[in-house]
């Protein structure tokens, strides 16, 4: 069957990350070229791979996933599993969890997920956002301050340090112990960054206003006209 639609537009990648693992199979595995088609073609029409390729979470399903079923269950097979990750993507992109994953460093406690899902809320209660436009406005401003918030508290961890004295210091053998100190330099470089976010906020806030105070007026008829997605009727 030939693939139709987007899964078309994805051939000619499965096409070079195939060739990339011949490649290395070739270089990094000192095969031949004949053994590394062997060994890839095994990775790929194997029965393991197949079965591990049908119940793989789908947010989990990758490129490969997608040949080993074109190859072993046909291509409707792997279309149909193409069309329920972009559902899957859908569902991530409407209730945050895409934005959220963009900010969540590499801590990621559950305290900032949850800070960062508050802020997504609030901004949305207040502002109704009416298209995928403005919800993309409304969670980048609640990325940007989530990651204001971040390097805000990041500075003020670093100018705690650079303090000389300061209550609670410890005493080891008689000698003060102070605390390590870092340089003023990243403490700048943090507000730095806090400011930048905080200008990405702004920015996207006026965006959002603007979007709302330009849209479209449509006429429909002389008594009728809707401004944006509200109508109001004129009278003679």
């Given at each position: 069957?030939?693939?139709?639609?987007?899964?078309?537009?994805?051939?000619?990648?499965?096409?070079?990350?195939?060739?990339?693992?011949?490649?290395?199979?070739?270089?990094?595995?000192?095969?031949?070229?004949?053994?590394?088609?062997?060994?890839?073609?095994?990775n790929l029409r194997s029965q393991?791979?197949?079965?591990?390729?049908?119940?793989?979470?789908?947010?989990?399903?990758?490129?490969?996933?997608?040949?080993?079923?074109?190859?072993?269950?046909?291509?409707?097979?792997?279309?149909?599993?193409?069309?329920?990750?972009?559902?899957?993507?859908?569902?991530?992109?409407?209730?945050?969890?895409?934005?959220?994953?963009?900010?969540?460093?590499?801590?990621?406690?559950?305290?900032?997920?949850?800070?960062?899902?508050?802020?997504?809320?609030?901004?949305?209660?207040?502002?109704?956002?009416?298209?995928?436009?403005?919800?993309?406005?409304?969670?980048?401003?609640?990325?940007?301050?989530?990651?204001?918030?971040?390097?805000?508290?990041?500075?003020?961890?670093?100018?705690?340090?650079?303090?000389?004295?300061?209550?609670?210091?410890?005493?080891?053998?008689?000698?003060?112990?102070?605390?390590?100190?870092?340089?003023?330099?990243?403490?700048?470089?943090?507000?730095?960054?806090?400011?930048?976010?905080?200008?990405?906020?702004?920015?996207?806030?006026?965006?959002?206003?603007d979007l709302r105070r330009y849209?479209?007026v449509v006429i429909q008829n002389?008594?009728?006209?809707?401004?944006?997605?509200?109508?109001?009727?004129?009278?003679?």
């Amino acid at each position: 069957m030939r693939p139709s639609g987007e899964l078309s537009d994805l051939l000619p990648e499965l096409a070079r990350k195939y060739e990339r693992q011949l490649e290395f199979y070739r270089t990094r595995c000192e095969r031949s070229s004949r053994e590394a088609i062997d060994t890839a073609d095994y990775n790929l029409r194997s029965q393991w791979a197949l079965e591990a390729a049908r119940e793989k979470p789908i947010r989990e399903v990758d490129w490969q996933d997608l040949e080993v079923l074109s190859n072993g269950d046909g291509m409707e097979v792997a279309q149909a599993r193409w069309e329920e990750l972009k559902e899957a993507v859908r569902e991530d992109l409407s209730r945050g969890a895409i934005a959220v994953a963009a900010v969540q460093g590499t801590e990621n406690s559950l305290y900032d997920r949850a800070a960062f899902y508050a802020l997504r809320e609030d901004l949305a209660n207040g502002w109704q956002p009416r298209s995928g436009v403005e919800w993309t406005l409304i969670e980048t401003m609640a990325q940007a301050q989530r990651m204001y918030l971040h390097w805000l508290r990041a500075a003020e961890n670093w100018l705690g340090h650079e303090i000389e004295d300061y209550p609670g210091v410890k005493r080891k053998y008689g000698e003060e112990v102070k605390p390590p100190r870092l340089s003023a330099a990243a403490g700048d470089r943090a507000y730095e960054m806090a400011d930048r976010w905080n200008r990405i906020f702004l920015r996207n806030l006026r965006a959002l206003r603007d979007l709302r105070r330009y849209a479209p007026v449509v006429i429909q008829n002389a008594a009728q006209v809707n401004i944006g997605q509200q109508q109001v009727n004129v009278k003679d």
